[in-house]
């Protein structure tokens, strides 16, 4: 079955500074890559996706990457700030499965 | 706004005493999707319905069980709680299975006493 792999579990940044998180997968027939926010005592959200026929995505100062030949897409956060302070998940589907299979998490700290 | 309803947001519950929790969901999807949700761990599936058709996890107990009497509703019955289902309790839905945005609801959490 599918494993994602999800690095750093934490990472502190400055305000103002970017971040990016990085996860692997192993299954070739994923197409479909989702990242959530959690913030404490919340449910997860949806804060920008990906799907295998793009390599790239970008929404405000947020960004995904996907290289579909590594297995791995990483998400990318411009212009830090406090709010951004959350634990994120990615996650990796295919077309023909039930679920989404999640990464551990990372959690980051915006600094101010 | 359409959106993925959890009631009550916090329960509180005995050891061994039956515990339901309930999703609502105004998005009109075909699925939905309970999770658990331990401290410092990635949400994990228990089950989900497709329509009318239950699909559990291999993995999920057979303390943990499902109702779905509607597209809106669906129910998490938790039949003899222990102190290691204390956790958080997500909800999600999605248009289709397989490769779609999942939205989730802002969770329930279970305290077990």
């Known amino acids: 079955g599918e494993n994602v792999e999800q690095h750093p579990s934490t990472l502190s940044v400055q305000e103002g500074d970017s971040a990016v998180i990085k996860c692997t997968y192993s299954?070739?027939?994923?197409?479909?890559f989702p990242w959530y926010k959690q913030e404490l005592g919340k449910g997860p959200q949806l804060i920008i996706d990906?799907?295998?026929?793009?390599g790239e995505k970008k929404d405000q100062r947020i960004a995904v990457t996907l290289n579909k030949t590594a297995k791995h897409f990483s998400l990318h956060i411009t212009e830090t700030q406090p709010e951004d302070s959350a634990v994120y998940f990615c996650?990796?589907?295919?077309?023909?499965?039930?679920?989404?299979?999640f990464g551990a998490g990372t959690i980051l700290r915006v600094k101010s | 706004d359409a959106m993925v309803i959890q009631n009550p947001r916090y329960q509180v519950t005995q050891f061994g005493k039956p515990v339901t929790l309930s999703c609502s969901q105004t998005?009109?999807?075909?699925?939905m999707y309970w999770y658990q949700q331990k401290s410092s761990q990635a949400p994990k599936l228990l089950f989900h319905?497709?329509?009318?058709?239950?699909?559990n996890e291999a993995d999920t107990p057979d303390n943990f069980q499902s109702r779905r009497p509607n597209t809106s509703f669906c129910f998490l019955d938790i039949r003899s709680p222990g102190l290691g289902d204390a956790a958080m309790y997500l909800c999600?839905?999605?248009?289709?299975?397989?490769?779609?945005?999942?939205?989730f609801g802002p969770g329930t959490r279970l305290l077990v006493l």
């Open positions: 319905y497709y329509d009318k058709d239950f699909n």
């Open positions: 999600a839905t999605s248009r289709d299975p397989g490769g779609e945005t999942q939205y």
């Open positions: 299954d070739s027939a994923s197409n479909y």
């Open positions: 990906i799907r295998s026929n793009v």
């Open positions: 996650a990796a589907s295919r077309r023909n499965g039930n679920k989404l299979v």
């Open positions: 998005l009109n999807h075909n699925v």
